[in-house]
């Protein structure tokens, strides 16, 4: 499960640099801690924690530090500073919110849920961190329930790409295929990333392999290659399109190419073991 939360970890660094979830404008930034936030906001972590370890210590340095160490994985140390913050001061809901992202990070879904609650219930929480407490009710299986927030998140924020991406997401899980691929496609208009767009198109490739449409998954999957040609998802959903085909040296040739942009995939990698007496 910890691997499954990194990978979404490293997709929202990767394809939505400014910075996520609650700390992504802080409220009250004193002159001594413009320097910091001013490397936070260029995504100089490391930099900016030293600077805001450099502080006094209160709540609006307490929240820094823990933002910061979110957005270096180190959970431990977010949670530390983020527990000290919310003692000082546990009506302020900005550390509230901090603290259940880095406590879902970490695992703790059910104490982040919670907390996810209480900053909601404040009424003046960032949209990330709905879009938070949703994708850790799916972590704990909660689907209906995060499905919910979702599409609340999306209504709230009709532009944030993570409400719109987790609500597709909850409605393949719920096998709601037609929904989930317009979900999606909504994502492909949203965003300017062409990498994000074809994370999404090449998703709407599975949704529509999975509803049985598998001329529809084709050229969506070859629509995300054109964002992004090395977009292993969707080079292996070819590979399998071609396979159901019974074209076995294109399906191949398809997992050939994904070992050149990713040489340690293991799922092409076992396909080309089982194709390999096939001709």
């Known amino acids: ?3 499954y939360h990194f990978l979404h970890f490293l997709l929202f660094l990767l394809l939505l640099p400014s910075p996520s979830a609650a700390q992504s404008t ?3 930034a004193p002159t001594a801690m413009a320097k910091g936030d001013r490397l936070f906001a260029q995504e100089k972590f490391q930099d900016a924690l030293r600077e805001y370890r450099r502080l006094p210590v209160t709540v609006e340095s307490l929240k820094r530090v823990g933002a910061a160490n979110i957005k270096l994985w180190d959970m431990a140390a977010a949670i530390v500073a983020l527990r000290d913050a ?3 001061a546990p009506r302020d809901s900005e550390a509230t919110a901090l603290l259940a992202e880095a406590l879902s990070w970490n695992g703790a879904f059910d104490e982040a ?4 609650r209480v900053a909601l219930a404040a009424g003046d929480a960032a949209p990330a961190v709905r879009v938070g407490y949703a994708r850790t009710l799916s972590w704990k299986k909660d689907l209906d329930g995060a499905l919910e927030q979702y599409r609340i998140a999306t209504t709230e924020s009709p532009d944030n790409l993570d409400a719109h991406m987790g609500f597709a997401e909850m409605l393949s899980w719920k ?4 929904p989930a691929a317009a979900a999606y496609r909504r994502v492909v208009s949203l965003t300017t990333v062409p990498a994000y767009k074809a994370v999404a198109l090449a998703r709407i490739g599975k949704v529509l392999t ?4 598998m001329a529809g ?3 969506n999957y070859r629509e995300a290659l054109q964002h992004d040609a090395k977009n292993v998802d969707a080079m292996f959903g070819l590979g399998e399109l071609h ?3 019974e074209k076995y040296a294109d399906a191949k040739r398809w997992y050939q190419k994904i070992l050149q942009v990713q040489p340690g995939h293991k799922g092409a990698k076992a396909k080309l073991v089982q194709l390999m007496w096939v001709k």
């Open 243 to 245: 396979e159901w085909k």
């Open 26 to 28: 802080f409220r009250n």
């Open 113 to 116: 849920a919670a907390l996810y």
């Open 217 to 219: 998954a084709e050229g």
């Open 1 to 3: 499960m910890k691997s």
């Open 175 to 178: 096998k709601q295929f037609g």
């Open 210 to 213: 999975w509803k049985g449409d």
């Open 86 to 88: 919310v003692k000082r």
